[in-house]
């Protein structure tokens, strides 16, 4: 019975080495796991809305930290000193419907790159950019309409536009 109980104890501890090892490996920090962006456990959720600028968006994952979220957006490439301009802005983007779904401001989010993780500030200056290049894209998007820029079924299934736009793949 004794040794029934150490193995029940060895193995509850090794599979508990391994979960803190892949919460690691995906650079989710503490906190409560509350949104995940993949179809693989249970049916994907439905992409955050902001009415205000009409932007829409899936983070990764959303991590509840006490009265705070904290989106996770996880990259498969490598970096070399510093973050991609464009994934800071989808992190920042993420930040903004944080706060507007959940009412409360992410004070970081984080950026997980193969090789590197950043926990990037969510300022006013950051907002402020982000919202600036959002009303640059709506403009342009008045003036001009763009074609699909790709022929991918699969990434047209998976675009949080696919229910108003006339371009999809079948």
């Known amino acids: 019975m004794v040794l029934i109980a150490l193995l029940l104890a060895c193995g509850g501890l090794i599979l508990l080495w391994v979960a803190g090892r892949q919460r690691r ?16 456990w249970e049916e994907a ?27 996770v957006e996880v990259k498969s490439t490598r ?54 290049l959002l009303n640059e894209m709506q403009e342009k998007g008045r003036k001009q309409r763009h074609p699909r820029s790709h022929n991918v079924p699969a990434r047209c299934r998976h675009c949080g536009y696919r229910h108003i736009c006339d371009q999809k793949l079948a």
């Open 25 to 40: 490996e995906t650079g989710l920090p503490q906190g409560r796991v509350v949104y995940v962006d993949s179809t693989a």
């Open 79 to 132: 970096v070399k000193d510093a973050p991609y301009d464009g994934h800071l802005y989808q992190l920042a983007a993420y930040c903004l419907l944080v706060e507007r779904t959940f009412g409360t401001r992410p004070p970081y989010g984080i950026l997980h790159y193969a090789n590197r993780t950043f926990e990037i500030p969510y300022t006013t200056e950051l907002e402020s950019a982000l919202l600036n």
């Open 45 to 71: 959720p439905q992409s955050l809305y902001d009415p205000v600028t009409n932007l829409t968006g899936k983070p990764d994952y959303l991590v509840q930290q006490g009265e705070m979220v904290i989106p």
